[in-house]
């Protein structure tokens, strides 16, 4: 075993990265009006060079932008699809962290007109970091998965003129992000993250609840999700490689779920056709490895055993023993090691510094180096 040539890479990360000073006072000013988009705009363009520069340093094979040109990892993305608009009210989500509780309110979305794509999303994004990798390193793009237009709201949130029959907003997400998937290719990126924390979400009986409360279905809601990614992946082009991430909430250093893979595990591992998982599995609210159980021979599973949300680093010797753990249930050459998540998710960031990130992205290297050769 040794290092992979393509994605998922042994030592891997998903995506978002802790926004720089510089950068989070630039999108004040912006915001307050007294810097203007195209001053904003080379801020986050220098920030992002430093940022990839960080990923090859530290012997990352794959570089993101770090998610700096947005707010949120998933809504910056969403409201830019053809018939999805930003409600006047506000979802209220609850956040837990060892000190009690965080309230998060983002913006709710409803869905008026058929869903559609019209400029390629991220297009401008994805060409900025391409063009500044250096050789041999991978540009990975990452965006929310079809499930999360629906998950927050469920059926409330569409109009039920545009669509009387859901079969019908199905079509359309999917048929959207196929185009986009396809759009993606011819633009270079072999390398696409979705990113769904509803798949993470429904193993916890309170957000089956929260399912069943939209008028969803609370024991196959993951099944339908399955089925609809995987209308997506079929346009995958032969150079891409796509696969997704699955976290129970990530909001400076909260979490909004728990519970073990174990609900959606064998319909998830069996049935989606990604080409690997990302899991979070940094503490015991993610449970054990038994559900890994279920992966086919020709997935690969990145263990996110190094938190994001806390500074502390992580021995080599504990992280070494837990993939000896998981490879119980899957063969070691399936494996690879990551973050159990990003280390922003929001603009707000994780409770850590960046010379904590750091560490633990090149504690990520030097383990896999050791584990997989």
Not at 72 to 101: R, S
Not at 285 to 310: A, C, I, N, Q
Request: glycine letters at 8%; aromatic letters at 10%; hydrophobic letters at 40%.
């Amino acid at each position: 075993m040794s290092r992979r040539a393509e994605p998922p890479f042994r030592a891997d990360h998903v995506g978002s990265l802790l926004r720089p000073p510089q950068l989070m006072e630039a999108r004040a000013q912006h915001a307050a009006g007294t810097l203007s988009a195209t001053a904003l705009r080379e801020v986050e363009d220098a920030a992002i060079r430093d940022a990839i520069a960080m990923q090859r340093d530290v012997g990352l094979q794959s570089a993101t932008d770090g998610e700096f040109r947005r707010s949120a990892w998933h809504m910056d993305f969403i409201y830019q699809l053809g018939g999805v608009t930003q409600a006047a009210e506000k979802l209220h989500v609850q956040f837990f962290n060892d000190g009690g509780t965080l309230d998060f309110a983002p913006a709710a979305l409803r869905i008026n007109e058929r869903v559609r794509l019209g400029q390629t999303i991220f297009a401008d994004h994805f060409r900025f970091l391409k063009d500044n990798v250096a050789a041999g390193i991978t540009p990975k793009l990452t965006i929310p998965s079809p499930s999360m237009v629906h998950y927050r709201g469920g059926r409330a949130a569409i109009d039920e003129s545009v669509y009387p029959d859901m079969a019908g907003f199905w079509d359309d997400l999917t048929a959207a992000y196929a185009e986009e998937v396809r759009r993606l290719g011819e633009l270079g990126c072999t390398y696409l993250q979705l990113d769904d924390t509803s798949l993470a979400y429904l193993n916890d009986p309170r957000q089956r609840e929260l399912i069943a409360s939209l008028g969803g279905d609370r024991e196959h809601q993951h099944e339908l999700y399955i089925k609809n990614i995987n209308r997506v992946l079929a346009a995958k082009p032969s150079t891409m490689r796509i696969t997704t991430h699955m976290c129970r909430g990530n909001f400076r250093s909260s979490w909004a779920a728990e519970g073990g893979y174990d609900f959606v595990a064998e319909a998830l591992f069996g049935e989606l056709g990604v080409d690997g998982f990302f899991l979070e599995y940094d503490d015991a609210r993610s449970g054990g490895f038994e559900p890994l159980r279920f992966v086919p021979r020709d997935k690969y599973v990145v263990l996110g055993l190094v938190t994001t949300k806390r500074g502390a680093l992580e021995s080599k010797d504990d992280l070494k023993r837990r993939i000896d753990e998981a490879a119980k249930f899957v063969p070691l050459e399936q494996l690879c090691l990551s973050p159990q998540c990003g280390f922003s998710s929001t603009v707000e960031g994780n409770v850590l510094t960046y010379q904590e990130e750091v560490a633990k992205l090149r504690l990520i290297v030097e383990t896999a180096a050791e584990v997989w050769g």
